[in-house]
């Protein structure tokens, strides 16, 4: 199994301003993954990260507004851009150990309000 | 990936077996059903997955019906700590396992 933590586990933001995740992993993984929970909803996926490469984003997210870092094979961060209220989400990380293992692992999230 | 369609919610005595149905009737022969629930305030957790055989863990039973378009978690002793929101995802491996896609899932209510 995989730990995952995340950095802040939750944050008030002000409109207009950024906000960065960091997510940890307790062994080295091939992929990560950043995930969206609005109030109420399920999870959306924002992107996937893979070490030495760029993360490659679903529709509807871009890379101007969800940056995302990949500098080794534990660690990943995703920065809020610009922040307005509708960003006020829950954001997860997720990660699996390798492509045979079909389990995968999330951290607690990061609980971000935007007033 | 397939779609699937759970009821949106459901309510089980504490001690008695939760039996949580999901319909997945486009799904494809190669694709898996898997099973993830998300108690309040934390990130979702793996249950269980399976093919085409009904499965057995620790946690739970998945059974897949012969035409595999629908499917049933079974919980056997729910307990108020089986609260959560519970999620049936259809996973194609075309995808190399990666790519989860939740549905609006049900919420599961454990009373005692």
């Known amino acids: 199994s995989a730990v995952i933590s995340q950095k802040p586990s939750r944050d008030i933001c002000q409109r207009g301003t950024s906000l960065t995740i960091q997510c940890q992993v307790d062994?080295?993984?091939?992929?990560m993954f950043w995930y969206r929970q609005q109030p109420g909803q399920s999870l959306t996926l924002i992107a996937t990260?893979?070490?030495?490469?760029?993360?490659?984003?679903e529709s509807g997210f871009v890379i101007d507004k969800f940056p995302i870092s990949r500098p080794n094979l534990t660690f990943s961060t995703l920065t809020v851009s610009n922040m307005s209220p509708e960003d006020s989400s829950i954001y997860l990380c997720?990660?699996?150990?390798?492509?045979?293992?079909?389990?995968?692992?999330f951290g607690p999230g990061t609980r971000l309000t935007v007033l | 990936d397939a779609k699937t369609t759970q009821p949106p919610s459901m309510d089980c005595a504490e001690g008695r077996a939760a039996n949580l149905p999901c319909n997945h009737s486009?799904?494809?022969?190669?694709?898996?059903v898997y099973w993830y629930r998300q108690i309040h305030s934390q990130g979702p957790q793996y249950i269980i997955h399976?093919?085409?055989n009904n499965e057995t863990n620790e946690m739970a039973s998945l059974i897949i019906t012969e035409d595999r378009k629908s499917s049933t978690l079974i919980l056997p002793h729910a307990t108020l700590r089986d609260t959560a929101v519970y999620y049936c995802?259809?996973?194609?491996?075309?995808?190399?396992?990666?790519?989860?896609?939740f549905g609006t899932g049900t919420r599961l209510l454990v009373s005692p």
């Open positions: 997720s990660s699996e150990l390798g492509a045979q293992n079909n389990e995968q692992f």
């Open positions: 062994s080295q993984v091939t992929m």
């Open positions: 990260a893979n070490q030495g490469s760029e993360a490659t984003y």
């Open positions: 486009t799904i494809s022969g190669n694709e898996y």
């Open positions: 399976g093919l085409k």
């Open positions: 995802i259809v996973r194609s491996p075309n995808t190399g396992f990666q790519k989860l896609v």
